[in-house]
């Protein structure tokens, strides 16, 4: 097992390589002050570098190739070998200067972008996006030709290994035509049972943190290896021992941040979950975003909006908050997590819109990607997008195709896993209520332990060891399905 072992020792130092560019990505969207952006982005660009040219030196392909034929590898050493090889065929695919060349441009277009959307003007930002861009058909062709794959099938395959968009076109398909008339039945029930009365603030900014790290505790974050910040646009990130998630505040609702905050939880549970003995080897990483995103919906959305989660958490706000009335009691803190009204706002959509936004993003980067669109077409294609898909017309550029980072960050072919993730939270949120009586009886007591043991059997502990698609159907006895999902929303919004 030489060769195997060789094997390991590299790819230990990658997972170093990946930490120190999580730690400085981190900190370039909390800390960093303005000036410093193109330093970073340089400093970034060599770990990137640094991190190529291990994946691709001749040595790696070598042992590769003899650790295949090597006798005396257990399942798991034998799926850590799979995950090398794939990694390899991703990064070989793709010349140095290429990677080099995305990650400055990267490193730009994240900086434009956040004046650009603070002055909401996308033709600040539209030179160094149309760079970005260029730069990603060209890892997507490079990519593609070295997979046998079409060129936004292998971004695809870079977030989300073994998706395709003949996988994920007929379950959008299913949600494009059902979704517009299960929006209406709900906003006209809605509608039917009067308006929510709405706690008023201001609530402090410090007060909304401290409920944040009550909800962190409850669902069992570890704080020896993690921290909670605040960014403009709220993610997990940081390192493999040291998770870091931000949210962001608004004084006028504390909502938004709790719930933000619940969803990043389920981001880095499933990091601080991975199979402790593999956690700096390919196969003890996340399987993909599509499963990733699963863990964040299934705190955020299917534990933490239930009524038996509200239950717990009224008592606690109002607590905290010092409020007094109808405002504050827990059905109306449900109904106000659980209401239905197109938004311009993509991560303050609720269940039901937030699958729309998401299929106009996964058009547009399509298109754009195939060359079937341009760059400068983007603001009007968004826009029509929004009125086709909820019924709204957009009034700048920062409520529209400026308000995620995720393009010019070089984050394409990422956004369909969100409601990919949306679907198999609903599965296997199902699956685990099903398996564990205690589960939603706990959540009233703002016990998260029974749905996160589950989670960790059944999706942590098995890192890339098996496909998203195994590690569903093993999970939940079935494979992903839009009708689940579709059955969940109407079973919480239209029959309740």
């Avoid at 995103?293 to 009224?314: H, N, P």
């Avoid at 197109?342 to 106009?360: N, Q, S």
Wanted: charged share 25%; net charge negative; glycine share 10%.
């Amino acid at each position: 097992m030489h060769a195997y072992r060789a094997l390991e020792a590299t790819f230990a130092r990658l997972s170093a390589l990946e930490d120190a560019s999580g730690i400085l990505g981190w900190d370039a969207q909390t800390l960093m002050p303005d000036g410093a952006a193109e330093g970073r982005g340089d400093q970034i660009a060599v770990l990137r570098g640094l991190a190529h040219d291990l994946l691709t030196d001749p040595a790696t392909a070598d042992r590769l190739a003899a650790a295949a034929d090597e006798d005396g590898l257990d399942a798991w050493q034998r799926a850590n070998l799979a995950e090398m090889r794939r990694a390899h065929t991703h990064a070989a695919a793709v010349p140095r200067d290429l990677v080099e060349a995305s990650a400055r441009a990267v490193s730009r277009a994240e900086m434009t972008w956040r004046e650009a959307r603070r002055m909401s003007d996308f033709a600040l930002l539209r030179p160094d996006l149309a760079e970005v861009l260029h730069l990603q058909r060209e890892i997507g062709r490079a990519k593609g030709e070295a997979l046998g794959l079409a060129p936004y099938d292998a971004l695809l395959d870079s977030y989300d290994p073994g998706l395709r968009q003949d996988t994920v076109d007929p379950l959008f398909a299913v949600l494009e035509a059902e979704l517009p008339g299960l929006i209406a039945e709900a906003q006209a029930r809605q509608a039917a049972a009067g308006p929510v009365p709405v706690p008023e603030g201001p609530f402090p900014v410090e007060t909304q943190r401290q409920v944040g790290l009550t909800l962190m505790r409850a669902a069992g974050f570890d704080f020896t290896r993690g921290r909670l910040d605040v960014s403009l646009h709220p993610f997990c990130g940081g390192a493999t021992d040291d998770v870091r998630i931000t949210t962001r505040y608004d004084e006028a609702d504390f909502a938004r941040a709790l719930m933000g905050v619940l969803h990043e939880t389920g981001h880095a549970l499933y990091e601080q979950g991975r199979p402790a003995a593999w956690r700096r080897q390919p196969v003890g990483a996340a399987r993909g975003m599509s499963l990733h995103e699963s863990q964040s919906l299934t705190l955020e959305m299917q534990a933490g909006r239930s009524r038996d989660f509200v239950a717990y958490l009224a008592p606690l706000v109002r607590a905290a908050f010092g409020g007094t009335g109808p405002a504050w009691e827990a059905d109306a803190l449900y109904r106000t997590y659980t209401t239905v009204a197109p938004g311009f706002i993509r991560v303050d959509a609720d269940e039901c819109t937030y699958p729309a936004h998401i299929l106009l993003r996964y058009g547009l980067e399509r298109a754009l990607i195939r060359g079937e669109m341009e760059i400068g077409d983007l603001p009007g294609a968004f826009d029509e997008g929004m009125r086709r898909l909820l019924g709204l017309t957009v009034p700048d550029d920062a409520r529209g195709c400026l308000q995620d980072i995720h393009w010019p960050g070089g984050a394409w072919g990422y956004f369909p896993t969100y409601t990919l993730g949306a679907m198999m939270a609903a599965q296997l949120f199902d699956a685990a209520c099903k398996a564990e009586p205690d589960l939603r009886p706990g959540l009233a007591r703002g016990d998260f332990a029974p749905l996160v043991g589950w989670l960790r059997a059944n999706v942590h502990h098995k890192g890339s060891a098996f496909g998203t698609q195994e590690i569903l159907a093993a999970a939940t006895g079935r494979p992903l399905s839009a009708e689940l999902f579709l059955g969940h929303l109407r079973r919480r919004y239209l029959d309740a």
